[in-house]
C-alpha cells in the first residue's frame, strides 16, 4: 500500500509540476513545484532512518508546494509531503505548512506583516529551507541542532507570525516573532522525552513562542543572526495510565553566523537548551528536573565549480553540561552514557547534475548516540558509542 500511495503521489507531483507554467500563465501570480528524493543510508553499527545495518532506502520524501499572490500585499503558500524515515516517519501525507500572509505596511525599503495558519518555525539558520533537498547545505543535517528525528515538531507549527523586513544602503535586518501551538505528532518525541512509548499523548496547548533576527551585509556576504523562545508540551494520559501527568519546558538560545565568499562558504552554530520538566507516576512522588545543554557546529563547504561542491563539518551534542560524558545518567538510570553526547565529523559532496537534478554524498564518523532514535535502537545494550553513517541522496526538483 505505501509503494502504492509513493507512485501515485509521485505521478502527481510530476504531472502537476508540468503544468506550472501553464497555471502561472492563466493565473498571473500561481507558482506550482514539487520535488523527489530518495536516499540510501548504510550504518556500521545503530540505525538510522530504517535497518541502516543492513542498508536502507526507508528515507524519501515527495512534495508538492504552492503560492498565490492574489494581491501585492496578500499572499498564500502551501505545501504538502509525503516521508518516509524509519521508524521515525510513517510515510503518511501531511500539510508541512499552509498560511496566509498579509503585508500591512510596505515601502521603498521596509515591509511588515502578519501570517496566520501552519507556519514555518524561524529556528536556527536552516530551518526555513531543510524541507526541500536542493536548499539544504547537507543530506542530514547538523543533528545537534536540526533533529531529524522530531522533524514535524521542528519544521513547523500553528499560530500567528508578525514579521518586519528593513533594507539599507548595504545591509538588512529580519525580525520575526511567532506565537504558536507545537506540533507533536512525531512517532519518536515520546520515546525521546519519556524513554517509553506511552500510552497517552503529548500536546502543546500552553504558550509558546519563537522569535529570531538575522542581519545580513553585503547581498548575504555576510549572515549573522539571535533565535529564542519557549515551547512548552504536556503529556495527556491515557486510561489507566502509569503516567499520571508530565510537562516539559524547552528554551532554546541559538546564536549563528555565515561568510560566504566566491568560492567558499563558513557557517556555524551554537545553541543553549534549558530544559525543565516533572512527571507523575502512580504510586510515587512528583519528579522534577532542570538540565542545561549546549550544541554547536562549523561547516566549511567549498564549491569546487558551478556544479561541484564539497564540504566538511563538526557537529556536537551534549544534553547535560553538568554530566558531559553521561555517567551520572548511566549511573542513575541504567541507560547508555554515550546516549547523552554525540561528536560527528561528517565528509560530503554534491552534483548538481542539471539545474532540476542533484546528487550527493556524505559519511558522518560519529562518537556516540545522542541523537539517535529509541524506536529504531530499541535495546540500548546493542547500541555502540563509535560508528559509522554513510549516505547517498538523488533529488528531483520540478
Known sequence: MKTAIKSIVSAAVLGIASLSSALADDFGKLQVHGFATQNFLYSDHNNFFGDSEDGSF????????????????????????????????????????????????????????????RILNPFGMYNDTRDVAHTRPSILLPQSIYFDVNRNLALSADGGMLYLQKEFANSGIDLQLFKLKPRTRDP???????????????????????????????L??????????????????????????????F??????????????????????????????????????????????????????N?????????????????DEDGKQFAAQTGLPDHSRYAKDWTLGLRWDVSENLMLGAELHQVKGTGWLSRLENPDPSR????????????????
Open 58 to 117: 526507508e528515507f524519501y520524501e515527495i512534495g508538492l508546494n504552492g503560492l498565490w499572490q492574489a494581491t501585492p500585499r496578500f499572499k498564500v503558500a502551501g505545501q504538502i509531503l509525503l516521508r518516509d524515515a524509519g521508524a521515525t516517519d510513517d510515510g503518511k501525507l501531511r500539510a508541512d505548512y499552509l498560511f496566509a500572509d498579509y503585508a500591512f505596511w510596505q515601502g521603498d525599503d521596509s515591509t511588515a506583516g502578519l501570517r496566520l495558519g
Open 188 to 218: 519518536d518525541l515520546e520515546p525521546a522525552l519519556f524513554f517509553a512509548d506511552l500510552a497517552g499523548r503529548l500536546e502543546g496547548d500552553r504558550d509558546s513562542w519563537l522569535a529570531r533576527l538575522i542581519y545580513n551585509y553585503d
Open 306 to 322: 558551478s556544479d561541484w561542491e564539497a564540504y566538511l563539518r563538526y557537529d556536537n551534542l551534549v544534553w547535560n553540561d553538568k
Open 220 to 249: 548575504d556576504r555576510i549572515r549573522m543572526g539571535l533565535v529564542s523562545g519557549s515551547i512548552k508540551l504536556d503529556y495527556k494520559p491515557a486510561a489507566m495510565d502509569i503516567m499520571l501527568g508530565a510537562g516539559l519546558t
Open 383 to 398: 547500541d555502540r558509542e563509535d560508528w559509522h553513517l554513510f549516505a547517498f541522496s538523488a533529488s528531483l526538483r520540478f
Open 251 to 304: 528554551k532554546p538560545t541559538i546564536a549563528f553566523a555565515e561568510y560566504n565568499a566566491e568560492n567558499w562558504t563558513l557557517s556555524g552554530e551554537f545553541a543553549r537548551r534549558r530544559v525543565s520538566q516533572f512527571a507523575a507516576l502512580a504510586g510515587a512522588p512528583e519528579v522534577q528536573g532542570k538540565a542545561t545543554g549546549s550544541s554547536y557546529f562549523v561547516q566549511y563547504t567549498r564549491r569546487l
